[in-house]
């Protein structure tokens, strides 16, 4: 079945340490997104990427860092640097809106979210 | 960023009850986006929209992209437990989703 799957569901981390989150799509998605959802808030954009090797910082960048080598696989991590990093991460992928063809070319699809703990 | 607001919060009605929540903006959008999101999974679609003025029903939701591009409402007919969770618009322009702060959902049996 085609999806994006995220790995751990649950992580935990001691503080000052990096955590590498993993996010991985098998739907033919040029791009592809890191949000961070804190309890009651809605999504906010960590970075995202619009093609293999490159990817621009969102409104939360700060103390994360990604990288994009493979269309597939757009993995996070969570640096020391990150002051709050307690939160719930989700990853998502979408066409790119130049793809054209037919619709649904403009939706965005969600993996089932990671939790990170730092403890 | 985009000034996005999301209405209700929040709401707790009965069963059986109807459900409308919205989202308005003062930029202007090519597409709407509804998701649910149950606690501790990622969002799931529920309807697209991609034209202005754009009516679309997908069971007992319907949802609308308003004529000036810069608002959506989505409807719950006959609410029933299951449709317990957070709704958030998410719209779009060029390849940045912009999300709502979302509408918990509380139906009481």
């Known amino acids: 079945d085609g999806g994006i799957t995220q790995s751990p569901k649950y992580l935990f981390r001691k503080e000052g340490q990096n955590v590498t989150l993993s996010c991985e799509q098998n739907?033919?998605?040029?791009?592809m997104y890191w949000y961070r959802q804190d309890p009651g808030q809605g999504l906010r954009l960590i970075y995202y990427s619009q093609i293999v090797n490159d990817f621009q910082k969102g409104d939360i960048a700060e103390g994360y860092s990604v990288s994009r080598e493979k269309k597939e696989s757009f993995p996070l991590t969570v640096t020391s640097a990150q002051k709050n990093p307690t939160a719930f991460y989700l990853c998502a992928s979408s066409l790119q809106s130049t793809s054209g063809g037919p619709i649904p070319y403009n939706e965005q699809f969600f993996g089932p979210g990671t939790r990170l703990t730092v403890l | 960023g985009q000034q996005l607001n999301q209405s209700p919060q929040s709401m707790f009605i009965q069963e059986g009850e109807d459900v409308s929540m919205n989202c308005t903006s003062s930029s202007i959008f090519n597409t709407w986006l509804w998701y649910k999101q149950d606690p501790g999974e990622g969002p799931v679609l529920l309807i697209a929209l991609y034209k202005a003025g754009e009516l679309t029903s997908n069971g007992r939701l319907t949802a609308q992209f308003g004529i000036t591009r810069k608002d959506s409402f989505l409807n719950i007919s006959a609410s029933i437990p299951s449709d317990v969770g957070i709704y958030f618009c998410?719209?779009?322009?060029?390849?940045?989703?912009?999300f709502g702060t979302g509408t918990s959902l509380t139906v009481i049996p």
């Open positions: 739907l033919n998605h040029d791009a």
């Open positions: 998410a719209p779009r322009t060029g390849n940045q989703f912009y």
